[in-house]
DNA sequence: GTCTATAAAGCGATAGAC
DNA sequence: GTCTATCGCTTTATAGAC
């Protein structure tokens, strides 16, 4: 969409520009360019300013992944075809580390505080998905959790590694062994 | 101490500073109030302003990671040994995942090009100076370097995850089972 | 609902007194 | 070498024309 007309059309061109720019460093007159939206139509849209516009762009990341990754696992008819899947997607999402997680860089980053709370959210839910997917795969939640959280952890750090060294094959071989950790922990569970 | 007179006991300062504002959201007079100096005499230290103070930050933290992580996994006279060493040390530094990392931040921010050859310096030398130490006791390269890339990202990882949570016990967990991981693989390779 | 113009504040950086 | 005062510019946010 060229120029988006709702409010969330202009998300994903926020969500860009937040990730290049960092929330601090995008200023207004950026997301005017980016979303090609006036300042105006802009505050329209987000009364609240730049903290509405990311709360926003946050909240719209997190909806993808509840429907793309989270529920998936919550189901988890098949564990081993839905870890396969989250692993796929989330390479496709991420583009093999040249995209940025934007919640865990807010989290990591100044502006973190403010908008805690979603990124609590986001990785609390992550890790119990997937820690509850292994769980139906018949892994203990004893080692359910901590596997699911160190994956989940992994994942950003490959993308933090990737981003630093331009390196998206890194992204790929690291997310590749955490896949097959977590087939491996899988099969030695079979009920 | 308390208000600096040298221009390299100012770093410390301002490390903290641009760890809890980012690059972009730490302004000069952030900076000036963090350090206890006044405009004109950061300036005076650091006449490339804001982004001199950064790299110096950067060096200084690339200093301190090359004597007191690198430089001995690189001696690696006790394999194993080094390795503990390490995490532990790692442990310390970045305060069980309170401390952010400053290097890997900066990676991901939209700030990241101006410093971009420093934060791939880092990863990369701490990357192959852990895979060196696992290849000294007696891993082959082959399978040392991409667990190395693992563990170093990991450990990126954790400090995400840990700040994004609050909570420190998951940065210490992650890093312990790295830990086991990688005593696990050299005690498979004893020569 | 969109834009431009503008207000008020804060920014990085500099000049000059001491 | 340190500070305060100040410059010029950009920032967020608003007001008002259309």
């Not at 520009?17 to 006036?38: D, I, M, N, Q």
């Not at 892994?139 to 390196?167: F, M, N, R």
């Not at 890194?170 to 590749?176: E, M």
Request: with cysteine; charged share 20%.
């Amino acid at each position: 969409m060229r120029v988006p007309t709702r409010r969330e059309d202009a998300l994903p061109a926020l969500a860009e520009a937040f990730r290049e720019h960092g929330f601090e460093g995008a200023s207004v007159a950026t997301l005017s360019k980016a979303t090609g939206l006036g300042k105006g139509s802009l505050y329209n849209f987000f009364p609240g300013g730049k903290t509405e516009m990311m709360d926003a762009v946050l909240a719209d990341i997190d909806g993808w992944f509840v429907t793309a990754i989270f529920a998936p696992l919550e189901r988890a008819g098949d564990p081993t075809a839905a870890i396969r899947a989250m692993m796929a997607d989330v390479t496709v999402y991420f583009r093999s580390g040249g995209r940025t997680c934007l919640v865990g860089s807010i989290g990591l980053g100044g502006s973190g505080d403010a908008f805690a709370s979603r990124t609590r959210g986001y990785f609390t839910r992550w890790i119990s998905a997937l820690a509850g997917c292994l769980d139906a795969g018949g892994v203990p939640a004893p080692l359910a959790v901590p596997l699911a959280e160190e994956v989940v952890s992994g994942i950003q750090g490959a993308i933090v590694l990737a981003h630093a060294l331009s390196d998206q094959a890194a992204f790929v071989r690291i997310l590749r062994r955490q896949e097959a950790m977590l087939l491996a922990t899988l099969a030695s569970h079979v009920r």
